[in-house]
């Protein structure tokens, strides 16, 4: 049996999930719902899709940092600045 992954978006009323568009199953089908709050405006989207890669967006995060931290940074007139 082949099992198919699909995204909808909705709304959470008490126990009920109201969706924004009509689903692609027959009523009564029991289906799995993974509950993901659905980003705001003032959050950075990208990062609400990546909300599911938290560890590996922190792991990369600090390679960044450490990186930077070790980096010899040059002047404008190309003198070193340490």
Known sequence: MSVSVMGLR????????ELEQEP???DGTQVEVELIPHTTSSENPFWGRWREYADL??????????????TVWRSLNGEGTD
């Open 24 to 26: 692609p199953l027959p």
């Open 10 to 17: 909705g709304v959470i009323r008490g126990r009920t999930i």
């Open 57 to 70: 967006l922190t792991e990369i995060e600090q390679e960044i940092l450490t990186a930077r931290e070790s």
